[in-house]
């Protein structure tokens, strides 16, 4: 009864918004705690990951649940078996939630349309990922105040925004919390008609700072795109769309999904500097992590209740 | 070295027949000069010197954009001194300089350099198109903002074209998102195989040619992604009547223009029977069908301008059989008197709509000069529109000597060429002087 699965935000509102951070606080503050005893929450990677596979795996562990990890390497999909087999294999086992990391968009969605447990998306090609957009609000709430600080406040979003499945759940997860978006990049690693997602497009961090941004946000600028095809160099790239010392006013703040390439997304005197919330970001994944499994398998009625 | 920053005295040319058809002024009256910009345009004006031009035409300065000063690399071929001396002596005020020296306008120290160059040598305003990939190898994009902020104006793949349609659209949407217009030059080089035109001439003549399709189909992806990505695009050296055609399909669907050269406005392939080394110029030259198609396309403005693409090469890379010789042709010198001599006076192209296309048009494109009015730089053309002279290699002010044109008698000459208020180019001779 209750489960929900995650695919996108596309469909969360901004008080579900604020109910699940609340979760997480509650997570992380430990007054509700083995929400998910007796559950057994099933880790589907099937792409390279750290920080998302590790935070889910710990969320798990520490609401109480059972976990089982499949990786690509070590399971029947080396040989060969389509994911909506093995899906289904995992639903026939009896998974309660099923986190999906998958290298193609809309593998998620796919997964959900074949399983009755609650399909949790930890990223799907350049398509979504949600959970990653709920712990950058987290971490950014709570550095601002709170979830109603974030009303008004700016943000920029900066570099690869074409590939970028963080950016296309960050965009509507800042845009629901009341925050005002734009985009920073070249138009070679914008989405076609970038313009007509209504969001202003500038071309620089500084011309992001002179729309008064709060928040940068940057990208990750993935090794395969880093020279030649979309971009000249990375020279040029950090010049223009890399967070530096310089760019940092009273107040600005930046973020980053994770893993940064030091010097070019941030240089290396920012990452971890005090406007930072690269480690509050990571930080955040277990607790929000946790809340997201608690929704989905419908044991949040129990914690409310 | 463009005079204007030194704030010559004021100069008022006198009776000249003023013409530009970007402002209507088509009449006999003087221009008064001040401070390197057009100062005032009426009856009787005065001023500390004066320029008698009875008898003589007035336009806005002739704009190039697209002319190869082999700077940096071959000197020995052309200077940005005797390039800017050769095109101001075509009644040339503005050039965009090709990218495809040795080493390649790929990176912002060569921009710098060639900027302080042109700053102490260039007697016009010159502009530099840096390469839109590196080495113009199709492959790697450049660094064009930082290219735009050593001083470039513009991007190109000049000389080469752009074999891969992949690259050339990353490389439209970043100029396009850089602030940078690019500059095409639109040739198939799985087509190109040749170093004539594939027709009857070179048939006869035993030369390889290369398809008008080779233009063509490049001209067709290029104006397709400069449609999809939005990037203001200008389209070098049209020369087949297919092209021009696919231009005009484009024009008003994206941010287009181009230009055709003067010598394939008024030479065709039959001068491949001579299979002499300095008729290979690339694009080459066509049949009169598409010398005419071309021509047409210029005089309704579908082609926007005329642009020289000037290429000067040594001696020992003409004097060669056609097959062996380097392609290009030299232009500024000849450009205006070739056109009139050709087309304006054979009734094929009305004057206005020659100043207008060597002039005010590519002046809008550079976004400077162009136009004879209050306020504009004094950037302007004198010429004798009946003056009859014959081409010929002694009189070339270029360090090279290759122009199709020896041997021509043209009618029409520049008199002299002001940039910024002051005669970088004068042949006026005795007529000006300190008047009281």
Known sequence: MGIKSFLSLEHTDRDELREILDLARAHEEGSVSQTLAGKTVCLAFFEASTRTAVSFELAARRCGADVISLSEQASAISKGESLVDTVVTLDRLGADAIVLRHPAAGAASLASRHTAAPVVNAGDGCGQHPTQALLDLYALSKALGGFDDLLGRRVAIIGDVLHSRVARSVIPAFTKAGMEVALVAPGTLLPRDAGAWGLPVLSSVDEALDWEADVLYALRLQRERMTGARIPSVGEYA???GVARRHLRGGTLVMHPGPVNRGIEISGDVVLGDSSLVPNQVAAGVPVRSAVLTVATGAAQRVAA | MIPGRTNPPDLVVRHAH????????????????????????????????ELDA??????????????????????????????????????????????????????????????RRIERESRVRARISAALHVGLEG???????????????????????????????????????????????????????????????????????????????????????AAETGAKTHITHVSTALSAALVAFFKGRAD???????????????????????????????????????????????????????????????????EEAAPGFLGHETAFSALHTEIVLTGKLTLSRLVEAMGCAPGRWVGEGGRLTVGEPADLALLDLSERWTVDSGTMISRSSNSPYFGKTLTGRVVGTIVGGELVHDRTGAQLGTRG
Do not use: Q
């Not at chain 2, 000197?75 to 390649?104: K, L, Q, R, W």
């Not at chain 2, 306008?105 to 060569?110: A, C, I, L």
């Not at chain 2, 930082?146 to 000389?159: I, N, T």
């Not at chain 2, 030059?185 to 399709?213: F, K, N, Q, Y």
């Open chain 2, 256 to 322: 287009i223009t181009a230009d055709t050269t003067p010598h394939h406005l008024t030479l065709t392939d039959d001068l491949i029977s001579t299979l002499e080394g300095l008729y290979r110029v690339n694009p080459p030259l066509r049949p009169d069908a598409d010398r005419d198609g071309v021509g047409e396309a210029l005089r309704t403005g579908v082609v926007d301008f005329v642009a020289t693409d000037h290429a000067p090469h040594a001696s020992e890379e003409k004097e060669l059989p056609l």
């Open chain 2, 18 to 49: 003023v013409l530009d058809p970007g402002s209507g002024l088509d009449g006999v009256m003087d221009v008064r000069l001040s401070g390197g910009r057009i100062a005032e345009v009426g009856d009787n004006l005065r001023g500390t010197r």
């Open chain 2, 139 to 225: 492959k790697r994009l450049t660094e064009m903002r930082l290219l735009k902020e050593a001083g470039a104006f513009c991007v190109s793949d000049d000389g080469l074209g752009t074999a891969s349609a992949g690259v050339l659209r990353n490389g439209m949407m970043y100029a396009c998102s850089a602030g940078l217009p690019l500059i095409l030059h639109c040739e198939d080089h799985t087509l190109a195989t040749g170093v004539v035109h594939d027709g009857v001439a070179a048939s006869l003549a035993g030369i390889p040619g290369s398809p008008a399709s080779a233009e063509d189909v490049a001209t067709a992806t290029a104006l397709i992604l």
């Open chain 2, 54 to 115: 009875d008898g003589l035409h007035l336009f806005p300065g002739f704009v190039d954009v697209h002319a190869h000063w082999r700077t940096p690399g071959r000197e020995d071929e052309e200077t940005i001194e005797s390039g800017s001396a050769s095109a101001a002596a075509g009644g040339f005020t503005g050039v965009v300089m090709m990218p495809n020296t040795d080493p390649i306008v790929d990176s912002p120290v060569v921009v710098s350099g060639l900027v």
């Open chain 1, 239 to 241: 010049r223009f769309f």
